[in-house]
């Protein structure tokens, strides 16, 4: 599918699928989405809980989740196992014109951005102290995790552009691949999403959403 580059409402790159008319962040800002939504909502309130923490993402995209947790993870002792799915990597040549280390202006963040994106896929990579990473090039149905993950970040395309991703039989199996208590957050606060999450077992809560979102949805196994 035909790619283009963005910049989004905060200054941070993404990138827009045309045959899809959906963008791979929020066009009101990137960063700010992840770390609201991500960051803040889902990784944060369980850091300071556990010695160690299992990760699931739906949808490796940009990388910049996964960026912004190896950041995090630089404040804490506890250790971050992330697991990411993504059936159709983005393009090495679009990685190199993506912009989030220049606005986060963090030490070794670019270092820490290409070891992500060099890291070998199918493969748990230890990129740097006590962040590990493993990137699997799958589709999501094919996911067999059973109570194994502490937080699943949901970030696939929206619902009006691959509805197929929103599905009974999605948050069936990421409610399977959930710990008692796990954690799910999502961007997406839609009315039919959260009854979806709630017929497979899930308690959801809204939450207030990022800029330019009244909802996110938490959801708790």
């Not at 910049?64 to 971050?80: D, F, K, Q």
């Not at 979806?196 to 077992?201: C, E, I, L, Y």
Request: net charge negative; glycine share 6%.
């Amino acid at each position: 599918m035909e790619t283009k580059l963005v910049i989004t409402g905060d200054g941070s790159t993404s990138l827009f699928i045309p045959d899809l008319d959906e963008h791979y962040h929020s066009i009101h800002g990137a960063i700010q989405e992840s770390i609201h939504v991500f960051i803040n909502a889902g990784l944060i309130p369980i850091l300071a809980t556990k010695d160690e923490i299992q990760i699931l993402e739906i949808g490796f995209g940009t990388g910049l989740n996964a960026l912004l947790t190896g950041i995090e993870s630089r404040n804490h002792t506890t250790s971050i196992q992330y697991t990411s799915i993504e059936k159709y990597p983005v393009s090495p040549e679009f990685i190199n014109h993506l912009n989030f280390c220049t606005l986060l202006d963090i030490p070794n963040c670019r270092d820490l951005f290409m070891k992500i994106h060099g890291s070998e896929w199918g493969k748990m990579t230890n990129i740097e102290h006590n962040f590990f990473l493993n990137k699997i090039k799958s589709d999501f149905k094919e996911i067999k995790f059973n109570d194994t993950f502490d937080l699943i970040y949901f970030d696939a395309f929206a619902p009006s552009a691959q509805p197929e991703l929103w599905t009974e039989e999605i948050f069936r199996i990421m409610y399977n691949a959930l710990k008692k208590n796990g954690i799910l957050v999502t961007y997406c606060a839609k009315g039919i999403v959260k009854r979806t999450m709630k017929s497979v077992g899930f308690e959801v809560i809204a939450l207030p959403g990022p800029i330019g979102k009244r909802e996110m949805t938490k959801a708790i196994k």
